[in-house]
């Protein structure tokens, strides 16, 4: 799938979207991704689209096994120009290798011969519901697979996390393919499977897989707004000299991910009581609240704002 190509009337073309991955265990902690991917590796069925290549995938089989985030390193930010070109062999940390081997199958990250489209299914311990996690806010076929989802899952929310922050952002796995589109479903514990969020998650998949599929067979999807929220900063917990923190996600912050944090809210409670403030000059809207992956990258939550974007027409190629 090349990527897109606007003719007179502005419609965005697109090659169709003919091999898709799912990829489950970037972490190998997040079950409801595991599970899955190890549901359809079994009996592809349901995944199964005319015309589609999908390949169900388990990323990180060590880190599943062990269930573990990861062995050596985060294998989600692993698929750097430096990782993926590093030579070592067996010397190299196992993820790093792993993003090697899966950017050889996958990718190569940035060509012609990768993947038109990777699925990166995981969990957090968040109270973020059901989240889709974008890297391009310039990627018209993405924009409107969302926009698809969103609707198709209406009532239910599910929002948009735009990840494209040039400091912030990461070289994640589902980025060696041409479309990377993340799912973050929780809350969940590590290494526990609720079947809310199992099937959330799931449902999410179908409607994905349903629009690459009317995509795929000509369907025109008009121009559409997609309401976003783009990540602006990392908040840490208040830390000692030792780096320990001294502080936790206060009572008003805990599980409201998405919601507003205005300027003097309370975000930190410390452990004698004290309330700690945001001192940020306009409403945020803070997300990945207290998850338990990010007290070792210095993160309580990140604070996002609110952004629509405009997605041009695209039909297939
Ligand atoms: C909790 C968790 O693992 N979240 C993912 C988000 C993403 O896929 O961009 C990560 O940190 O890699
Ligand atoms: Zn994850």
Redesign the pocket.
């Known amino acids: 799938m090349s990527n897109g190509s606007s003719n007179n009337n502005n419609t965005a073309r697109f090659d169709a979207a003919r091999r898709v991955a799912i990829f489950g265990g970037?972490?190998g902690n997040?079950m409801s991704g595991v599970t899955l991917v190890n549901l359809w590796m079994q009996n592809s069925a349901e995944i199964q689209r005319k015309g589609l290549e999908i390949k169900p995938f388990i990323t990180n089989p060590k880190a599943v096994e062990k269930c573990v985030?990861y062995v050596d390193t985060?294998l989600?930010?692993a698929f750097t120009p430096e990782n993926l070109s590093a030579t070592g062999g067996d010397e190299l940390p196992y993820e790093v290798q792993r993003a090697q081997e899966i950017n050889r199958m996958f990718g190569p990250k940035g060509s012609a011969e990768a993947y038109d489209v990777i699925f990166?299914l995981?969990?957090?311990?968040?109270n973020m519901g059901c989240t889709l996690?974008l890297?391009s806010s310039k990627d018209a076929f993405n924009l409107q697979m969302m926009n698809y989802i969103k609707k198709a899952l209406a009532p239910a929310s599910c929002l948009v996390?735009l990840?494209e922050h040039p400091l912030l952002k990461?070289s994640?796995?589902?980025s060696v393919a041409k479309h990377p589109v993340?799912m973050?479903v929780?809350p969940q514990p590590q290494g526990v499977l609720r079947s809310n969020i199992f099937e959330a998650m799931r449902v999410i998949l179908k409607h994905a897989l349903d629009f690459i599929s009317l995509f795929n067979e000509g369907m025109e999807f008009p121009p559409c707004t997609v309401e976003v929220f783009r990540v602006l900063e990392r908040m840490d917990y208040p830390r000692d000299a030792n780096g320990n923190i001294i502080a936790m996600v206060h009572p008003n912050l805990q599980d409201c991910d998405w919601e507003p944090l205005n300027p003097g809210d309370p975000m930190f409670q410390t452990f004698d009581g004290k309330s700690i403030h945001y001192q940020g000059s306009s409403t945020v809207y803070p997300t990945?609240i207290n998850?338990?992956?990010?007290y070792e990258?210095q993160q309580a939550f990140v604070t996002t704002r609110r952004e629509t974007l405009a997605a041009s027409a695209i039909r297939k190629a």
């Open positions: 970037t972490h997040e985030r985060d989600n930010r990166d995981h969990n957090t311990t968040s996690i890297e996390l990840n990461y994640t796995s589902r993340g973050e929780g990945f998850e338990a992956a990010y990258k």
